[in-house]
């Protein structure tokens, strides 16, 4: 099965911050790629599909990047609803499977 | 407006079935890919199996040859047989329309314990 790190597991950062995580994968996956973000309670939310496309209703300042193995999620000035924990999907090949995890919190 | 609801989970033994359901509407599951992801408590998100609009299935590598991934295309329903269930699937399991749309479900709470 593909592996996806992610990193950094964790990170603290204040409103208004330029927010990056990166996700490798353990073998090229073209640009089949999602990004996640979950809240506790809640169900998680499609934020970026394949690698770069912001999903529908999403705020734009969210963004992804990259391609075959090494891809990035940005949140551009960091809001209060962004503290999440945040997940990239690879959906090249089965099983599908998903980084573990960036948590987000506020400093 | 598109709802999925789980239902079925519970605390079981080790060793032990559950099958849970995942009622659908506004969607219908012989037209997508649906999908079940689970998050064991306190880590992170797992895919765990999809059924294709052809009815082809996929799984993890955890939960193949237990977990079986099946729907009833007249009820609109999904079903996950899980067999021999061991601690470790311990998880909260949600129906999801991943990879085709953003819709999940809820979730519902399987605890596999003695």
């Known amino acids: 099965a593909i592996q996806m790190t992610q990193s950094p597991s964790s990170l603290s950062a204040s409103v208004g911050d330029r927010v990056t995580i990166t996700c490798r994968a353990s073998?090229?996956?073209?640009?089949?790629l999602d990004w996640y973000q979950h809240k506790p309670g809640k169900a998680p939310k499609l934020l970026i599909y394949?690698?770069?496309s912001l999903q529908s209703g999403v705020p734009s300042r969210f963004s992804g990047s990259g391609s075959g193995t090494d891809f990035t999620l940005t949140i551009n000035s960091l809001q209060p609803e962004d503290f999440a924990t945040y997940y990239c999907?690879?959906?090249?090949?089965?099983?599908?499977?998903f980084g573990q995890g960036t948590k987000v919190e506020i400093k | 407006e598109v709802q999925l609801v789980e239902s079925g989970g519970g605390l079981i033994q080790p060793g032990e079935s559950l099958r849970l359901s995942c009622a659908a509407s506004?969607?219908?599951?012989?037209?997508?890919?649906m999908s079940w992801v689970r998050q064991a408590p306190g880590k992170g998100l797992e895919w765990v199996s999809v059924i294709y609009s052809g009815g082809s299935t996929y799984y993890a590598d955890s939960v193949k040859g237990r977990f079986t991934f099946s729907r009833d295309n007249s009820k609109n329903m999904l079903y996950l047989q899980m067999n021999s269930l061991r601690s470790e699937d311990t998880a909260v399991y949600y129906c999801t329309t991943l990879g085709s749309g953003d819709y999940w479900g809820q979730g519902t709470l399987v605890t596999v314990s003695s």
């Open positions: 394949a690698a770069s």
């Open positions: 999907l690879q959906n090249y090949i089965y099983p599908w499977t």
């Open positions: 506004d969607v219908t599951v012989s037209d997508n890919y």
């Open positions: 073998q090229g996956i073209r640009n089949d």
